[in-house]
């Protein structure tokens, strides 16, 4: 479940508004003010152990209206804010369980567990790949949450192959046609492919459906797997 891009509009309390601004909010009704950054909230479900549970996860995705050089602003992706997307997730599970205090348990259990252990690593024919220190049920819902947090389009996946489809544009396509038709004019599906090593070992890799295997696409890989890394 995702939602569109929600403004933020706090209560900003009369003192701080300054005589005219005050002024201007008794005269004219309905008058608020909206914080330049716009939030969009994702939840997903994952069924887990033969599907008799679920996990869910709760990602932020910020924007913010910053100027450019020509008096002008733009909506520009902010950085991902873990202290925001904690608190979120506390007050869901409240509003979930009813008990502030175990969520709050549950939160901190889960921080004490520590990193995931992940590194990229050059892969075969070019591409790279990623090395996780977890079994395969693990790590796949590690990636899943991090494609989920780096706002990636999943296409499809299928739990039992355990592989994503995703869809997205390579930084070396990026430019005016980008500009002027969107990112997805120039989008290119991928596949996500995760396998076992051994029972505490995963690798993950890029693959090109189109079979073309560019440089830029190879390059891209790296790229693409870097952000990930970067998630954890």
Same mark, same amino acid.
């Given at each position: 479940?995702?939602?569109?891009?929600?403004?933020?509009?706090?209560?900003?309390?009369?003192?701080?508004?300054?005589?005219?601004?005050?002024?201007?909010?008794?005269?004219?009704?309905?008058?608020?003010?909206?914080?330049?950054?716009?939030?969009?909230?994702?939840?997903?479900?994952?069924?887990?152990?033969?599907?008799?549970?679920?996990?869910?996860?709760?990602? !932020?995705?910020?924007? /913010?209206?910053? *100027?450019?050089?020509?008096?002008?602003?733009?909506?520009?992706? =902010? $950085?991902?804010? %873990?202290?925001?997307?904690?608190?979120?997730?506390?007050?869901?599970?409240?509003?979930?369980?009813?008990?502030?205090?175990?969520?709050?348990?549950?939160?901190?259990?889960?921080?004490?567990?520590?990193?995931?252990?992940?590194?990229?690593?050059?892969?075969?024919?070019?591409?790279?790949?990623?090395?996780?220190?977890?079994?395969?049920?693990?790590?796949?819902?590690?990636?899943?949450?991090?494609?989920?947090?780096?706002?990636?389009? !999943?296409?499809?996946? /299928?739990?039992? *192959?355990?592989?994503?489809?995703?869809?997205?544009?390579?930084? =070396? $396509?990026?430019? %005016?046609?980008?500009?002027?038709?969107?990112?997805?004019?120039?989008?290119?599906?991928?596949?996500?492919?995760?396998?076992?090593?051994?029972?505490?070992?995963?690798?993950?890799?890029?693959?090109?459906?189109?079979?073309?295997?560019?440089?830029?696409?190879?390059?891209?890989?790296?790229?693409?797997?870097?952000?990930?890394?970067?998630?954890?």
């Amino acid at each position: 479940m995702e939602t569109n891009y929600l403004e933020n509009k706090p209560e900003v309390p009369e003192k701080n508004l300054g005589i005219f601004r005050s002024f201007f909010a008794k005269t004219v009704k309905g008058v608020n003010y909206t914080l330049p950054r716009l939030d969009k909230y994702k939840i997903r479900v994952e069924p887990i152990e033969n599907t008799q549970k679920s996990e869910v996860f709760l990602s !932020i995705h910020s924007v /913010d209206e910053v *100027e450019t050089s020509y008096d002008q602003t733009l909506w520009q992706i =902010s $950085d991902r804010d %873990i202290t925001l997307e904690t608190e979120m997730l506390y007050k869901f599970m409240s509003f979930l369980d009813g008990d502030a205090s175990s969520a709050r348990e549950k939160i901190l259990n889960a921080k004490d567990k520590g990193r995931v252990l992940v590194s990229l690593e050059d892969g075969i024919n070019g591409y790279a790949k990623l090395k996780f220190k977890l079994n395969l049920s693990d790590t796949w819902n590690n990636l899943s949450w991090a494609l989920t947090n780096l706002n990636i389009q !999943i296409e499809d996946k /299928d739990s039992k *192959e355990k592989t994503f489809y995703i869809a997205i544009a390579r930084n =070396s $396509d990026k430019g %005016i046609f980008s500009k002027l038709f969107g990112e997805k004019a120039i989008e290119n599906s991928y596949q996500i492919q995760v396998k076992n090593i051994d029972s505490e070992i995963t690798e993950v890799y890029f693959n090109d459906i189109s079979e073309k295997n560019e440089p830029e696409t190879k390059e891209f890989s790296y790229e693409f797997f870097k952000g990930i890394v970067n998630q954890f």
